[in-house]
């Protein structure tokens, strides 16, 4: 059995790089005889970037309506919210411990926001959090608390899945005894960083992301319809490999199809048109699961439900695995 691992901060509505670069992937794998799939709520890691409750409320209704409407079978996959486990911020504490204040600086998303001061003139650390800074341990701790094997993500997260192998490796070797599974990271390489409407990662912190559900079909045309495109007019050739919505495009369609829309592009269709194609293919997808999303999100109580149900499951795991590291690193008598 390949336990399967993945999460997505509740900080946001999701978009289409988190579906095609973390959901689509992970429910695939689930679905997969020899795969126990875990996949999570990040809600503590919400609240690094962001301190509006209502929207870390909302945040997680949408996200665990996404998960589900894409497929998520809770009866096979253990589906939780973070926050429900308290064996996590516990290991977090552990790791803490063990992980080397050097490399939390080397993480990226604490040097960009300490690059952005330097280029601003500011303190080097304004702004900047203990939150922030560890963010990667609470990473490692969502992961190496359920040993798992593979962790389905897009590209940034990379460093983020080697830390936790760093943080782990470290801590077993300073107690002398193999505590952990070290992850590894299982990433589809077409879809790895989905551009977004700006041509650059589709990202909540860029504001240049497409909601996957929010807006409904006329909401993913309108934004699909501001994806930046060159100013070559209907007729000229259109370069496809510079372009946002070729590469939006290969990762909702088969490579027959790929290719046709390449050729449609070098032949010179209109951007205009070529962005309805898009939709139409993108649509295509989405649209058997807006329905479902539509009638769960209208049943908070229902996800409540599922939820707990799955964190008592996570927690039959995680529960043991605490008490076994508790014993070994001289916090309880070995039992
Ligand atoms: P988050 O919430 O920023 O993103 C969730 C997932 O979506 C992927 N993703 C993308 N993939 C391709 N192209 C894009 N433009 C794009 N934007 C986002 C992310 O790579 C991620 O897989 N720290 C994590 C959440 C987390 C986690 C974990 C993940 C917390 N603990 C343990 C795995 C294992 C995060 O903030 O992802």
Redesign the pocket.
């Known amino acids: 059995q390949t336990r399967v691992?993945?999460?997505?901060?509740t900080s946001g509505t999701p978009?289409l790089?988190?579906y095609?670069?973390?959901i689509r992937p992970a429910i695939g794998a689930s679905r997969r005889a020899d795969v126990d799939a875990f996949f999570f709520l990040?809600d503590y890691?919400a609240l690094i970037k962001c301190g509006d409750a209502a929207r870390v409320e909302r945040s997680r209704l949408e996200i665990a309506a996404t998960w589900l409407a894409a497929g998520l079978d809770p009866a096979r996959v253990t589906f939780y919210r973070q926050s429900d486990i308290p064996e996590i911020p516990e290991l977090t504490w552990f790791l803490t411990c063990v992980t080397a204040k050097g490399l939390l600086n080397r993480a990226h998303a604490y040097k960009a926001a300490v690059d952005r001061n330097n280029e601003t003139g500011e303190d080097p650390d304004a702004g900047v959090t203990a939150g922030l800074y560890m963010?990667p341990v609470?990473?490692a701790a969502?992961?190496l608390a359920f040993d798992a094997h593979k962790?389905?993500?897009?590209?940034?997260?990379i460093q983020?899945i080697e830390m936790a192998r760093d943080i782990g490796q470290r801590f077993s070797h300073l107690y002398g005894q193999d505590f952990f599974v070290l992850p590894e990271v299982a990433i589809e390489e077409d879809?790895?960083?989905?551009?977004?409407l700006d041509g650059r990662?589709?990202?909540?912190s860029y504001d240049n992301t497409i909601p996957l559900f929010e807006g409904g079909a006329k909401g993913l045309r309108e934004a699909i319809m501001r994806i930046v495109t060159d100013s070559r007019a209907p007729g000229e050739p259109k370069d496809p490999d510079s372009s946002a919505l070729y590469t939006i495009f290969r990762a909702f369609a088969d490579d027959a199809e790929s290719a046709a829309y390449r050729q449609a592009l070098v032949d010179g269709i209109g951007w205009g048109e070529a962005k309805q194609r898009l939709f139409e293919r993108i649509e295509a997808e989405l649209a058997p699961m807006r329905e479902r999303y539509d009638a769960l999100i209208a049943k908070p109580a229902a996800i409540e439900e599922i939820l707990r149900a799955g964190a008592a499951k996570a927690r039959a795991v995680a529960t043991p695995k605490l008490a076994t590291i508790r014993e070994a690193i001289g916090l309880r008598a070995m039992g």
């Open positions: 691992l993945t999460g997505i901060t978009h790089g988190n095609v670069g973390a990040a890691h963010y609470l990473m969502d992961i962790v389905p993500v897009g590209r940034d997260q983020h879809v790895a960083t989905l551009p977004g990662k589709m990202s909540k």
